[in-house]
């Protein structure tokens, strides 16, 4: 695992594990802090293509300003171009299965059924290309609204709210495999789908202030928030074959 930070953000090793900090700090200054094992790889080399993973963590705050999680993704939004020895890697539509948290800023779903905000057992399976992402495109000057349509039809997911004190140290495992996807908590099957995330994927745990929305409403927006410090501890991590 490859530890990153930016600027007012930190990843301290501790015994048996990490804790991954930002800093207090307004709105303009985005803060990461992360552990991946796919950095410098491209989207093709990611190398994970099913895997069970089990942690212990808990956070500083149940209401993080931003997003945090753990879990695998295929890094969608990373866009390197080449330079300064970085593999070329465009945008993509998302893969992802993972415990995630987004504050109430936040709207990642691409339907209405489903959460979108909140403590979350959530996974998305994507195609590489869809004849639909066509009309998606061309609608996106015109209407937000449809665009999400569209992609809410590209893009499979689910996702189920979690009620868990994340303050405290619980026991998260993840197993992905072709078939399915499980989320337990404290050894406890908290949920399981039937939506796999297309391979290959990287394993990633951070906390950022970030947020995005895409709303029913067709509003779509991103940006960083205001924050105190805050922080998310893991340790006693293991990876094995799912």
């Known amino acids: 695992m490859k530890a990153s930070a930016t600027k007012n953000a930190s990843v301290e090793k501790m015994e048996n594990g990490w804790r991954l900090g930002i800093g207090a700090g307004d709105a303009p200054s985005y803060r990461d802090a992360q552990l991946d094992d796919y950095s410098g790889l491209r989207r093709s080399r990611f190398p994970h293509r099913s895997l069970r993973l089990s942690l212990s963590a808990r956070t500083s705050t149940p209401s993080a ?19 300064g020895g970085n593999p070329i890697r465009l945008p993509a539509l998302p893969n992802a299965a993972w415990f995630f948290y987004a504050s109430p800023q936040n709207y990642l779903s691409f339907t209405d059924d489903k959460p979108a905000q909140g403590f979350l057992a959530q996974s998305f399976r994507s195609p590489k290309f869809h004849p639909l992402l066509i009309p998606a495109g061309l609608a996106l000057p015109f209407s937000r609204k449809v665009t999400r349509k569209f992609l809410g039809k590209v893009i499979d997911e689910d996702s189920s709210a979690l009620n868990v004190d994340t303050t405290q140290w619980h026991r998260y495992s993840l197993e992905w495999s072709p078939q399915r996807v499980a989320w337990d908590v404290d050894e406890v099957r908290a949920f399981e789908s039937p939506v796999s995330p297309n391979p290959p994927l990287g394993l990633i745990i951070w906390i950022d202030n970030q947020y995005a929305a895409f709303t029913p409403e067709g509003k779509l927006t991103a940006g960083v928030l205001e924050s105190g410090e805050q922080w998310l501890e893991v340790r006693d991590l293991e990876i094995g074959s799912a």
């Open 65 to 83: 300003a931003g997003t945090w999680g753990l879990g695998l993704w295929n890094d969608p939004f990373g866009l390197s171009l080449g330079f």
